[in-house]
């Protein structure tokens, strides 16, 4: 894995922050991208003075001018990219015939697109599918799989990006790339905390009894931990899983069953 560079989207914190600590830690070189460069830069800085071989630059994953300039900025600092993982990922829900259109359109931006253009930049450039090996993973969610309340573009956005992984999967089959989902479902994460802080506000009631509620709903008894996610997505980027694609991996306690 020593040579191997992955770029993960969404690094600052949560999924990413904790997928960029173990890949780095299992020998690659990592890449990081998200909005903010100062949040990065705190994020990302006591790993390169530990030696770690990382970079980043802002971006907004939205935007594909902004993920041309990504995908140069990770090949002249490493000259490769091994490993894709599309973590980007933002919150968004409320009642279906109160949800304003900006909302809707932000979340599948955001969620979903930003996922199919990150894909084919890294896909189109032919650097990956030349060299006959690569791993893109696209974190998702559980809510992929099922209908979550007040969580529609939520949902629909997850439901995308399972599709859309499973379609391009088989796309790129017998090129040395697999393409998987990993789905985590209630992960302890500052996402969390906001998706917790907009029920609670919608239902009038605490925070702490939302959080109860939510994990009375998990087997386990227990959110994930990001590292947990993190770990699934550092077995679907190695070579061990070289015949497992277009996969929608479940990471949640028991919460989802398939």
């Not at 599309?86 to 809707?104: C, K, M, T, V, Y």
């Not at 979903?112 to 084919?120: A, G, M």
Request: aromatic share 6%; with cysteine.
């Amino acid at each position: 894995m020593e040579t191997r560079v992955a770029l993960v989207t969404g690094a600052s914190s949560g999924i990413g922050l904790a997928t960029v600590r173990r890949l780095s830690a299992a020998g690659l070189s990592v890449f990081g991208a998200a909005r903010s460069d100062d949040r990065l830069r705190d994020a990302l800085s006591p790993l390169v003075a530990g030696g770690a071989r990382i970079g980043w630059k802002a971006t907004d994953v939205t935007k594909t001018d902004e993920i041309h300039d990504l995908v140069d900025a990770v090949l002249d600092r490493f000259g490769r990219i091994d490993v894709l993982v599309n973590n980007a990922g933002r919150s968004g829900g409320g009642e279906i015939g109160a949800l304003p259109d900006q909302l809707w359109d932000e979340v599948l931006a955001t969620n979903l697109t930003s996922v199919f253009y990150l894909t084919r930049e890294v896909l189109g450039r032919k650097e990956m599918v030349g060299r006959g090996w690569g791993r893109i993973v696209n974190v998702a969610s559980t809510a992929g799989k099922q209908g979550v309340v007040f969580a529609s573009p939520y949902c629909a956005s997850k439901h995308g990006v399972l599709g859309l992984t499973r379609a391009v999967a088989l796309e790129v089959v017998r090129s040395g790339i697999t393409v998987n989902a990993v789905c985590p479902g209630y992960v302890e994460t500052p996402l969390a905390v906001r998706v917790r802080q907009g029920y609670a506000d919608h239902w009038g009631r605490s925070e702490q009894e939302v959080l109860d509620e939510f994990v009375g709903k998990v087997p386990l008894g227990r959110y994930s931990t990001a590292d947990e996610v993190a770990s699934m997505i550092e077995y679907v980027a190695s070579d061990a899983a070289a015949s497992v694609t277009g996969q929608a991996l479940n990471v949640c306690g028991g919460l989802g069953r398939y």
